[in-house]
């Protein structure tokens, strides 16, 4: 089974900082990993997918690289509003898509 | 804009079945399929499985199978989740979501609360 680890487990930042999130897979997803924003009561959002394209909205702050088994999405000159949790997902893996178990972005 | 909208909170008993309503507005719902997504308190996101809305093919998270139905109605651009035989554990936040590869738009969610 495919899995993705993804680390940390919790960021504590300020505003301002640069931050690196990242995301392993057990087995190469090739560049079909996609990462998404999590904010509670809210709907996931896609922010990154293809490895490294922007979905339609997003900030340029928030940037993707990597493939096959190692993934980073960094975001720059976080904003209070980024705080979120954060989850890289694989598409490669047709039909057991999975998830990573998040990372956890706050404020310090 | 693209808009899945999902029909309200439910509770049952456990043993019972749960069907879970997503209404399309925005797009073609028929040039992109839908997938199912849970989560439970506290934990990560848990992808269920998906159908086309096209041909009415599914395809389900072998975990699931045997418990879960995905349906679509054309005529009225809604996605159906069905999950039968509900336990404590099933209790969750469960999201429609366009697409699958990548999912690229989320409906807002349906807790669905498994308790005696």
């Known amino acids: 089974e495919m899995v993705l680890t993804q680390s940390p487990a919790t960021l504590s930042v300020s505003p301002g900082e640069t931050v690196t999130l990242s995301c392993r897979a057990s087995q190469s997803v090739s560049t079909n990993l996609a990462w998404y924003q999590h904010k509670p009561g809210q709907a996931p959002r896609l922010l990154i997918y293809?490895?490294?394209t922007r979905a339609t909205g997003i900030p340029a702050r928030f940037s993707g690289s990597g493939s096959g088994t190692e993934f980073t999405l960094t975001i720059s000159s976080l904003q209070s509003e980024d705080c979120a949790i954060y989850y890289c997902h694989q598409y490669n893996n047709w039909p057991s898509l999975t998830f990573g178990p998040g990372t956890k972005v706050e404020l310090k | 804009q693209v808009q899945l909208v999902q029909s309200g909170a439910e509770m049952k008993k456990p043993g019972a079945s749960v069907k879970v309503s997503c209404k399309a507005s925005?797009?073609?719902?028929?040039?992109?399929?839908i997938s199912w997504v849970r989560q439970a308190p506290g934990q990560g996101l848990e992808w269920l499985g998906w159908?086309?809305?096209?041909?009415?093919?599914?395809n389900y998270v072998q975990k699931f199978q045997g418990r879960v139905t995905m349906t679509t109605d054309t005529s009225t651009n809604t996605a159906y989740m069905e999950l039968r035989g509900l336990r404590s554990d099933d209790t969750a936040v469960y999201y429609c979501a366009r697409g699958v590869r990548p999912i690229d738009f989320w409906g807002q969610g349906t807790l669905v609360t498994v308790s005696s």
């Open positions: 159908i086309s809305p096209y041909n009415g093919i599914t």
């Open positions: 293809g490895e490294s």
């Open positions: 925005g797009y073609t719902f028929v040039g992109d399929g």
